[in-house]
């Protein structure tokens, strides 16, 4: 078995420097489609009506934090955040964005500005979450990143050897294994990374308020997958844990 990493860090961290640009020619994504208020939302952007849904989804219960992984442009944060400060609340609110990108961070820091919410900006690296276990209490937001996250390229064939102790470890401990029938596999690691994270982080009640949005990112020509050109910005042998 020969395994390859599938990595987009290298293009978040050292290669995006302009963030409407990267939305506009390589990442077609939903919410930077729908930033803008739409009919087909009932004139409402993307994360106004986010927002909406989410305080369906918690029913009457209040939050007080929310944590998005992987912001964008800032856009969903800063309509997201709008609703949020238009709804009375005595207790002290605050969004937290994490994102790789030194270039999308200045561009949330930009949009997403409130008096009401405080605005808290990381970057770090979504497979290992810079917080404590269970500090966390509120909505974990990873809306359409999560092809971005690095992949596991699992290819079978008589001459190639045993898979490394990392990959041995989580084929065995998710039972993944009956899944490798095919010449070619992809193992989504970096997903598995951030659930094992957020499953660490998160105390037990904000397990139940997780939205994982998985909604598919076009890709321009010539890339090798998830959003456009940044699935094909880094490419190693020997996947690591």
């Not at 808290?120 to 092809?147: C, K, S, T, Y």
């Not at 084929?171 to 997903?191: A, C, D, Q």
């Amino acid at each position: 078995m020969n395994v390859r990493l599938v990595s987009s860090r290298r293009y978040y961290r050292d290669v995006l420097t302009r963030a409407f640009e990267n939305f506009e020619r390589r990442e077609i994504t939903l919410s930077h489609i729908l930033r803008l208020p739409h009919p087909f939302l009932r004139q409402r952007s993307f994360g106004t009506a986010f927002f909406h849904a989410i305080r369906r989804y918690v029913s009457r219960r209040r939050f007080r934090h929310v944590l998005e992984i992987g912001g964008g442009r800032g856009d969903v944060a800063r309509d997201f955040v709008r609703a949020w400060a238009a709804k009375p609340q005595r207790s002290a609110r605050s969004y937290t964005i994490l994102d790789l990108s030194r270039a999308l961070l200045r561009s949330q820091r930009k949009l997403a500005v409130s008096r009401l919410v405080a605005l808290r900006l990381i970057q770090a690296d979504a497979h290992r979450l810079p917080f404590q276990d269970g500090a966390f209490d509120g909505i974990v937001i990873a809306n359409e990143m999560l092809a971005d996250l690095d992949a596991w390229e699992l290819r079978m064939g008589a001459r190639n050897g045993h898979a490394p102790a990392a990959v041995q470890t989580v084929l065995h401990r998710y039972r993944l294994r009956h899944h490798l029938r095919h010449p070619v596999t992809m193992i989504p690691i970096g997903l598995i990374r951030l659930l094992e994270e957020l499953h660490r982080v998160v105390t037990p009640r904000t397990l139940t308020r997780i939205a994982l949005l998985t909604v598919a990112a076009a890709c321009d020509g010539g890339t090798g997958g998830g959003r456009g050109g940044a699935a094909d910005a880094a490419r190693e042998d020997d996947a690591g844990a």
